[in-house]
């Protein structure tokens, strides 16, 4: 009998299981929040993620429960837990990547590098904290953000007076995480997975360049690297996946500070956009190394194919792009690059598939892979630095 993974959302994350998935003979299952959601190649359950119940019927079908995002309530997650079912990542560890106050709370007791922070809920705490940051500083939602949503550079706490009215807090957990505006040279993202036996394995650190607040591009491994800032980002990951009993993938992503310092942004404990070059750049992808994890087999190499890989987001488009003559013009112009599409509708901005290129001239591989998102619609290639 195959085991049984049980996926909580549809989106791109999801949907990208489903190759590995057949290829280690794994049964996905995927709960839904619509029909049409990116994923719904695998068997499709629709229902409501919130609804203690249903994701309990759900649970009880397979034989592990994992997520294609963070959203799921700590209270049908413990449930779960309590009726014996395998939560992977677990309740205790999913915390940590569900609100960012919780995150920055935890990473300062285990004494790991991170921006300066307070929890503010009301403008005076806002205003303090900027009085003694030479007055900017960034203001975060701590619960229910993504891509930028729920990020705000501030310079006054009237900046986010909307995020602070009794209503907007209680959304967010009471109060907004305000931190330091850090100056830094780029931001990396560690990746690691480990299993509820233990065994971790880590991919190199790489380099994500974010347009507007969403990741666009992503050099993997992150060029011109200090040594001394490769091994802290490894402490870093391998620490936090340990102490915060992570299980499945995960993401840290971090800050390269103009004088060196590797600083904590925020957590992801899924399969994340930073690590969609492994699919074709290294000997084990995220999603197939996720997949093992939570099923407590052995993790897969992690070992780069090629000298570079370059992931190129297609953020925007057309309707037309994916499967009409954009996608015939991409192909043909470079049969290198590796088209990666998520099968939704177009919206101006969204994320709509992503383009890795491999080889040996990091010049020739980010060329490729730009050119491929750009003839793919892309809208934001021309934005990132050269
Ligand atoms: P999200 O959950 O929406 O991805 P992040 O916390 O990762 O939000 O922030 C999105 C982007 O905003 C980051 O990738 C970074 O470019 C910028 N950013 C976030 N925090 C800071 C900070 N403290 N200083 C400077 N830039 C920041």
């Not at 791109?12 to 029909?35: D, S, Y």
């Not at 499709?44 to 294609?68: I, K």
């Not at 305000?178 to 991919?203: D, K």
């Not at 297609?314 to 309707?319: I, R």
Request: glycine share 8%; aromatic share 4%.
């Amino acid at each position: 009998m195959s085991d049984v993974v049980g996926v909580i959302g549809a989106g791109q994350l999801a949907r990208m299981l489903t190759p590995v998935a057949i290829n280690l003979g794994i049964e996905l299952r995927v709960f839904a929040e619509n029909a049409g959601a990116s994923a719904s190649l695998a068997t499709t359950v629709v229902g409501d993620y919130t609804d203690a119940q249903q994701v309990l019927d759900f649970a009880r079908g397979v034989d592990v429960v994992t997520f294609d995002h963070e959203h799921v309530p700590q209270s049908v997650l413990t449930l779960l837990e309590a009726e014996g079912i395998a939560v992977r990542p677990g309740s205790a560890a999913l915390r940590f990547a569900q609100d960012k106050l919780e995150m920055r709370a935890r990473v300062a007791e285990l004494g790991l590098p991170q921006p300066q922070w307070v929890a503010a809920a009301d403008a005076a705490a806002v205003e303090t904290f900027l009085a003694a940051h030479d007055g900017r500083a960034v203001a975060k939602t701590p619960r229910g953000g993504y891509d930028g949503h729920g990020v705000r550079v501030i310079t006054s706490a009237a900046d986010v007076a909307d995020w602070l009215t009794d209503e907007a807090l209680a959304h967010v957990g009471g109060a907004l995480l305000i931190e330091e505006a850090i100056e830094f040279r780029r931001e990396l993202s560690q990746q690691v997975a480990r299993r509820p036996s233990g065994e971790i394995a880590a991919w190199p650190l790489v380099a994500s360049e974010q347009v507007d607040g969403v990741c666009a591009e992503v050099v993997a491994p992150a060029p011109d690297t200090a040594d001394a800032v490769r091994d802290e980002a490894l402490h870093i990951g391998v620490t936090l996946a340990e102490r915060l009993d992570v299980t499945g993938a995960l993401a840290v992503e971090l800050f390269e500070t103009t004088d060196g310092r590797v600083l904590i942004n925020e957590l992801a404990m899924r399969p994340h956009n930073s690590g969609h070059w492994s699919q074709d750049g290294a000997v084990t992808s995220q999603f197939e190394q996720h997949l093992r994890a939570v099923l407590d087999l052995p993790l897969g190499s992690t070992q780069p194919r090629d000298a570079v890989t370059v992931m190129v987001n297609v953020l925007g488009g057309t309707p037309e792009s994916a499967h009409g003559q954009a996608l015939r013009e991409a192909l043909a112009a470079h049969p290198e690059a590796k088209v990666h599409w998520y099968g939704k509708s177009y919206r101006p901005g969204r994320k709509v598939g992503h383009v890795n290129v491999s080889g040996a001239h990091p010049d020739e591989v980010r060329d490729a892979a730009r050119e491929t998102a750009a003839l793919l619609g892309s809208e934001v290639v021309d934005r990132l630095a050269r």
